[in-house]
């Protein structure tokens, strides 16, 4: 800038109606403070008031820095005497506070949100719902920071915060060039500094809207300097739909004197760029035009952030309206806020919107509502960032589906998605192969009924006549090779008699019918220890009593199956068996001191259902399910440990 120009630029320092004008016209005036309030305490009270007559704050305060803390100073511009008593009684320690952080950081800083700051109530009181701190260096080291306060909740604009910073830092300039320089022309030196070290562009023009100056910052973005705005060849670079609409703007505000928001594109050097300017008048203090001033921002990474946002919205609610799957966004408390078509169609309703606004707990099977509480709540306090959960759903024709869900928590959001499948044809097959399981398992142990009772009331009748039939020979005159031959084929027989009614009662224990489950298995077990010669304890609680029959029959085939693991695969020589009630449930535990089954394949037998983990576990697993009852199997020590739970009424 020329003298001449500086020297025009300190003239038309007045505020206007425009915001910008204003804080420019007040950013002069504290650069003239340095000549009359040279003093500290004086120069923050008058910039305090310049700063809240030109900005959009109703208060302000200064803070000193003592010992690194920040302390109240006493200088305080404002009506309320509540908020000023409590200003002055204020103290950050580094660090703390938006002011303590703002001077830490050396950066101006903005603050919506109040409720940790010790003057709260006196805040609350005057109606204060923000602040911007500005902190204030003074040879390199922080020596205070000014406080504004405003009864909006918004943040002020950038250009604003900005020209606020600058403000700080001029003070910060005043106070340590001030004893050195006292003349006039340290205001408008500083005040020219300033202006070229805005972030935004500044355009100064005379009464009769010629311009004066332009910012190092306007010219790089509007792409064209004082001569062009002087010569008018700056239409060479604004577009030209936006050429006559931007000149009509200047003239009208150089005819009405009235302040004119501008958007226009500028190209230069294959780059376009997208400009705001804020055109205004600048007075004099008796309100005289004294010029006018544009405060120019680029705007391009804004409106290209603005429509990548967009897009991205785009994008995401498109595949969340098409997705084949349903998809719900609900608030934490379950609120549905969204739902696309697939989850409303899952429901039978015809429309999302008929799902929006309705509690997740409504369309959920009374029995399945606490669990998918309780997950939430785990979801809400962060002790989990995602769950899946197979549960039935309510459709609007009263009947229930069954859907998995998989809950996320949004990131950085009170919000959750749930994506959820239509798993009802799944379940239903489920239960038909189950049934048909069930099925097939009672025909089998009919099977084994028949079986046993065949064998017992025909072949071994039979065996028993040939026994007879040779002990009748027995009697008689043979010789001696018959007899020895005879001898052989009554051992025989009775060999074959024994094996035919152990193979009977294996297959069907009469005992079970007879006398229940106990007697069964004392029976069996010490079969078993004669056959295997595998020792085994058998320990029945006194209060088991009888069961049903079917419950019965299960637990003596785990037993069974269980045993015979025992002898064929562990290489123990010991087993024990342990059956028992534990509240409504009867609890079977086999446990043997073999040398046990190796991780990766117990862990496949803990994970996996089919037969690929064996024919003997896949059938224990199924008989006890058909009765709503478990299997867990584990590693002992030494050994493995086989459980069986089950519910029983009696």
């Not at 208060?59 to 820095?65: K, N, P, R, S």
């Not at 306060?149 to 604003?160: D, G, K, L, Q």
């Not at 197979?390 to 009947?399: A, I, M, N, V, W």
């Not at 079977?588 to 496949?604: C, F, H, M, Y």
Request: proline share 4%.
């Amino acid at each position: 800038m020329s003298e001449g120009a500086g020297d025009r630029a300190a003239d038309l320092a007045a505020p206007s109606d425009d915001g910008s004008g204003a804080l420019l016209w007040a950013l002069h005036r504290i650069s003239s403070l340095a000549v009359a309030a040279p003093e500290m305490g004086a120069l923050l009270r008058e910039s305090l008031a310049v700063l809240c007559d030109a900005g959009p704050w109703c208060a302000g305060h200064a803070l000193i820095v003592l010992d690194k803390r920040l302390a109240g100073s006493g200088v305080f511009h404002g009506g309320s005497p509540a908020l000023r008593e409590a200003c002055a009684r204020v103290e950050f320690a580094p660090g703390k506070g938006l002011a303590g952080s703002a001077v830490q950081g050396r950066s101006t800083a903005w603050s919506g949100d109040l409720g940790e700051d010790p003057r709260g109530a006196a805040l609350a009181a005057a109606g204060i719902r923000s602040e911007v701190v500005c902190p204030i260096a003074v040879g390199g080291e922080m020596a205070a920071a000014l406080e504004l306060f405003s009864t909006a909740s918004e943040p002020p604009e950038a250009r604003v915060l900005a020209m606020a910073g600058q403000a700080a830092a001029l003070i910060g300039g005043v106070l340590e060039r001030a004893r050195a320089q006292r003349s006039p022309q340290l205001g408008d030196d500083m005040f020219r500094s300033l202006i070229e070290a805005l972030p935004v562009g500044v355009v100064l023009a005379d009464p009769q809207g010629k311009a004066l100056y332009v910012n190092p910052a306007f010219v790089q973005i509007a792409g064209y300097g004082l001569k062009e705005m002087i010569d008018g060849s700056w239409r060479e670079v604004v577009e030209p739909e936006h050429r006559e609409r931007g000149a009509a703007a200047w003239r009208q505000v150089i005819e009405t004197a009235q302040a004119q928001r501008q958007e226009y594109r500028t190209t230069r050097g294959g780059i376009t760029r997208t400009v705001e300017s804020l055109l205004g008048p600048m007075r004099g203090p008796g309100g005289e035009l004294r010029g006018f001033v544009a405060v120019v921002e680029d705007l391009t990474a804004q409106i290209d952030a603005r429509e990548a946002l967009r897009e991205s919205e785009d994008r995401f609610r498109a595949i969340f309206e098409n997705a084949g799957v349903g998809l719900v966004l609900a608030e934490g408390d379950g609120d549905i806020v969204r739902a696309n078509r697939a989850y409303a169609r899952f429901l039978g309703y015809n429309h999302p919107d008929e799902v929006a606004g309705r509690n997740v707990r409504e369309v959920l099977h009374p029995e399945d509502r606490a669990r998918a509480q309780q997950m939430r709540n785990e979801l809400r306090s962060g002790r989990t960032t995602r769950y899946e959960i197979e549960r039935r759903y309510l459709r609007r024709d009263g009947t229930y589906v069954w859907g998995r869900s998989t809950v996320t928590k949004v990131a950085d959001s009170p919000l959750i998605i749930a994506v959820v499948q239509d798993i009802d044809a799944r379940k239903r097959a489920e239960d038909a192969v189950r049934a048909l399981s069930g099925r097939f398992l009672r025909l089998q142990d009919e099977e084994r009924r028949r079986i046993a009772r065949s064998l017992h009331e025909s072949a071994a009748q039979t065996v028993a006549a040939l026994a007879m039939n040779l002990a009748r020979m027995e009697r008689m005159s043979l010789p001696p090779h018959a007899a020895e031959t005879l001898a052989d084929s009554l051992e025989l027989v009775t060999q074959c008699s024994r094996e035919i009614r152990t193979l009977s009662h294996l297959l069907h224990p009469p005992l079970l019918e007879e006398a229940g489950l106990p007697s069964s298995l004392r029976w069996y077990v010490e079969g078993f220890a004669q056959r295997s010669n595998v020792e085994v304890e058998l320990h029945i609680a006194d209060d088991l009593g009888r069961l049903p029959m079917e419950l019965e029959i299960t637990l003596f085939r785990i037993v069974q199956e269980s045993l015979t693991n025992v002898h064929r695969h562990s290489e123990s020589r010991s087993a024990s068996i342990r059956l028992r009630r534990s509240g409504p449930e009867i609890v079977l535990e086999v446990e043997d001191q073999g040398i046990g089954i190796p991780g990766d394949v117990l862990e496949r037998v803990r994970t996996q259902s089919s037969a690929t983990v064996g024919v003997g576990i896949a059938g224990m697993r199924e008989r006890l399910s058909q009765l709503g009852g478990t299997l867990e199997i584990a590693a002992a020590s030494p050994g493995t440990l086989v459980r069986a739970r089950i519910r029983s009424e009696r």
